[in-house]
């Protein structure tokens, strides 16, 4: 198939842009227009100084209420996961079961199964179990929360994965089971992994198909770049994508630590790969979630006995990490409570660096004393705020008092750490103005607390906007071509439909439209 053609829309890789303003990120570096060519700044300024320089022939475009900012790279994505799904049985907002049983019923399985994700029970008042979905569809049934760390499966989809009441459970991981010690239907962490070999894999060519129309999704939306966390088919997937020459999202893409033995014998490292796809960190996950009561605590959750528990014994881990930096392979560790997120920072304090940073993913809920380590050791890391849009009732409900150290963005900033912005799509929306309202104004969908939930850790604007460009660039080793809009720098940026004078505004901006987007100098989506 050829896909050569379907993402870029504009002439060359050459283009003028005249804006309201161009938000550079880079000191020293304003105005309210930009030169690109060969795919490359090569001027930004006051319009007038700027059109001097421009070439006869290069395309310009007028975007007097537009404000121009570096591309927005989404630091955390399960893409494939998402574009996948996007194909599959939404359940994201099923307020009821009822709800979300009446879209499962209207579904049409595919090869047998019906697939889909985005449940999440934490509202519901009767849990999720076999029985109610064995009454809606007799075939199989495998549905992925909202968070991605638990699985929903009827009778059939049990007995296709062969998991039953003698099935033990894995470390990291439990099959949720009625008094009679039969599974519910519930699988949480790493026990969903049993099931995943019975579910039908899509073909190769459908899981392009998907990729490309995620990719023009991510381009409607201001994104240009992305982090991926995801298996191995779908890095030959993105391969496959530039050998055709249609990948047009920059990607780094964190292998699974599954597939370290492999990395180290190809002698792949993290910073390898082309202008589209660099390899990144090995994916490592210490703990599970807060929805399901799994991130791993150093106390017990309120009004609880229960501390989570961590997903990997502290020997994997660190020998994982240590065989992984030893051969130039960074690691990026999934870490959401504080007792997590401390043994993310013991375990790579011991690493030695590598081409691209160490990273801790999500580091959610983090203990005062460990807020500011992350900074002297060199690791960055890597916070998604769409997630507090949700989770303000659920971080009060389960941590408590703990929670002052929960998406403490300008407390990680304050400590002089490296921090990257993303969504982990689709536990949340891939649309970065949601993240930026989050980060900006820490207030839940339904627009409360009105002064914002712990209003000592809000960003402005500025430092938001440098969390999704210069700080996803330091976290791929790009900062020296990418993240900022200067001279020499990669044309990648982005013109968004705002009132200039509210731009700035967290309500304005989420309400902006992308108007024009450009990766490596070529238009990929102009509204």
Same mark, same amino acid.
């Given at each position: 198939?050829?896909?050569?053609?379907?993402?870029?829309?504009?002439?060359?890789?050459?283009?003028?842009?005249?804006?309201?303003?161009?938000?550079?990120?880079?000191?020293?570096?304003?105005?309210?227009?930009?030169?690109? !060519?060969?795919?490359?700044?090569?001027?930004?300024?006051?319009?007038?100084?700027?059109?001097?320089?421009?070439?006869? =022939?290069?395309?310009?475009?007028?975007?007097?209420?537009?404000?121009?900012?570096?591309?927005?790279?989404?630091?955390?994505?399960?893409?494939?996961?998402?574009?996948? $799904?996007?194909?599959?049985?939404?359940?994201?907002?099923?307020?009821?079961?009822?709800?979300?049983?009446?879209?499962?019923?209207?579904?049409?399985?595919?090869?047998?199964?019906?697939?889909?994700?985005?449940?999440? +029970?934490?509202?519901? !008042?009767?849990?999720?179990?076999?029985?109610?979905?064995?009454?809606?569809?007799?075939?199989?049934?495998?549905?992925?929360?909202?968070?991605?760390?638990?699985?929903?499966?009827?009778?059939?989809?049990? /007995?296709?994965?062969?998991?039953?009441?003698?099935?033990?459970?894995?470390?990291?991981?439990?099959?949720? @089971?009625?008094?009679?010690?039969?599974? #519910?239907?519930?699988?949480?962490?790493?026990?969903?992994?049993?099931?995943?070999?019975?579910?039908?894999?899509?073909?190769?060519? &459908?899981?392009?198909?998907?990729?490309?129309? =995620?990719?023009?999704?991510?381009?409607?939306?201001?994104? #240009?770049?992305?982090?991926?966390?995801?298996? %191995?088919?779908?890095?030959?997937?993105?391969? @496959?994508?530039?050998?055709?020459?249609?990948?047009?999202?920059?990607?780094?893409?964190?292998?699974?630590?599954?597939?370290? #033995?492999?990395? &180290?014998?190809?002698?792949?490292?993290?910073?390898?790969? +082309?202008?589209?796809?660099?390899?990144?960190?090995?994916?490592?996950?210490?703990?599970? +979630?807060?929805?399901?009561?799994?991130?791993?605590?150093?106390?017990?959750?309120?009004? +609880?006995?229960?501390?989570?528990?961590?997903? #990997?014994?502290?020997?994997?881990?660190?020998?994982?990490? @240590?065989?992984?930096a030893g051969a130039g392979i960074a690691a990026t560790v999934h870490a959401i409570g504080d007792a997590a997120v401390r043994?993310?920072?013991?375990?790579?304090?011991?690493?030695?660096?590598?081409?691209?940073?160490?990273?801790?993913?999500?580091?959610?809920?983090?203990?005062?004393?460990?807020?500011?380590?992350?900074?002297?050791? $060199?690791?960055?890391?890597?916070?998604?705020?769409?997630?507090?849009?949700?989770?303000?009732?659920?971080?009060?409900?389960?941590? $408590?008092?703990?929670?002052?150290?929960?998406?403490?963005?300008?407390?990680?900033?304050?400590?002089?750490?490296?921090?990257?912005?993303?969504?982990?799509?689709?536990?949340?929306?891939?649309?970065?103005?949601?993240?930026?309202?989050?980060?900006?104004?820490?207030?839940?969908?339904?627009?409360?607390?009105?002064?914002?939930?712990?209003?000592? %850790?809000?960003?402005?604007?500025? /430092? /938001?906007?440098?969390?999704?460009? !210069?700080?996803?660039?330091?976290?791929?080793?790009?900062?020296?071509?990418?993240?900022?809009?200067?001279?020499?720098?990669?044309?990648?940026?982005?013109?968004?439909?705002?009132?200039?004078?509210?731009?700035?505004?967290?309500?304005?901006?989420?309400?902006?439209?992308?108007?024009?987007?450009?990766?490596?100098? %070529?238009? &990929?989506?102009?509204?």
């Amino acid at each position: 198939m050829d896909r050569g053609h379907l993402g870029p829309t504009g002439p060359g890789r050459n283009g003028f842009v005249r804006a309201a303003r161009v938000l550079a990120v880079a000191p020293d570096v304003s105005g309210d227009a930009l030169w690109w !060519e060969a795919g490359r700044i090569r001027a930004v300024g006051a319009a007038a100084d700027v059109a001097r320089l421009v070439p006869p =022939g290069t395309p310009v475009y007028e975007l007097p209420d537009a404000w121009v900012t570096p591309g927005f790279v989404d630091a955390h994505t399960h893409f494939a996961t998402w574009a996948l $799904g996007r194909r599959r049985v939404q359940l994201a907002g099923a307020r009821t079961r009822t709800e979300a049983l009446t879209r499962i019923a209207a579904a049409v399985p595919v090869g047998g199964w019906i697939l889909g994700q985005g449940w999440d +029970s934490n509202a519901w !008042e009767v849990l999720p179990d076999r029985g109610a979905l064995d009454a809606v569809h007799a075939g199989p049934v495998y549905l992925d929360s909202l968070d991605l760390h638990a699985a929903w499966l009827n009778s059939a989809a049990l /007995a296709a994965a062969r998991i039953g009441r003698d099935t033990p459970e894995p470390f990291g991981g439990r099959i949720v @089971r009625d008094a009679a010690g039969e599974p #519910t239907g519930l699988l949480l962490d790493r026990a969903v992994e049993l099931a995943l070999p019975a579910l039908p894999a899509p073909s190769d060519d &459908v899981l392009l198909a998907a990729l490309v129309e =995620g990719q023009a999704e991510a381009h409607r939306l201001g994104v #240009t770049g992305i982090h991926d966390v995801e298996t %191995e088919q779908v890095l030959a997937a993105f391969r @496959r994508l530039e050998a055709e020459d249609a990948l047009r999202l920059r990607v780094l893409f964190h292998p699974p630590a599954a597939a370290l #033995t492999r990395l &180290v014998a190809e002698g792949v490292r993290s910073g390898q790969g +082309s202008d589209w796809l660099v390899i990144g960190g090995v994916k490592l996950f210490l703990d599970g +979630s807060l929805g399901k009561q799994t991130a791993w605590m150093l106390a017990p959750y309120e009004g +609880s006995r229960d501390r989570g528990m961590p997903i #990997t014994t502290v020997e994997y881990a660190r020998e994982a990490v @240590r065989v992984a930096a030893g051969a130039g392979i960074a690691a990026t560790v999934h870490a959401i409570g504080d007792a997590a997120v401390r043994r993310a920072l013991d375990l790579l304090a011991e690493a030695p660096r590598v081409g691209i940073p160490h990273r801790i993913e999500h580091f959610q809920c983090v203990h005062p004393a460990d807020l500011g380590r992350a900074a002297g050791l $060199g690791i960055v890391v890597s916070m998604q705020p769409a997630h507090l849009l949700s989770d303000i009732p659920l971080v009060e409900r389960f941590w $408590g008092a703990r929670g002052q150290g929960a998406y403490a963005f300008r407390s990680v900033l304050a400590a002089g750490t490296t921090l990257a912005f993303g969504s982990d799509v689709p536990v949340a929306s891939i649309d970065p103005r949601e993240g930026v309202y989050a980060a900006t104004t820490r207030v839940g969908q339904d627009g409360t607390p009105a002064v914002g939930w712990r209003p000592e %850790e809000r960003l402005d604007f500025a /430092a /938001a906007l440098r969390a999704y460009t !210069e700080g996803a660039a330091l976290a791929a080793g790009a900062g020296h071509r990418r993240g900022t809009l200067a001279p020499g720098r990669d044309a990648d940026l982005v013109a968004w439909e705002v009132d200039p004078a509210l731009a700035a505004e967290p309500a304005a901006f989420r309400h902006a439209r992308a108007r024009l987007t450009v990766v490596g100098g %070529e238009v &990929v989506m102009r509204a």
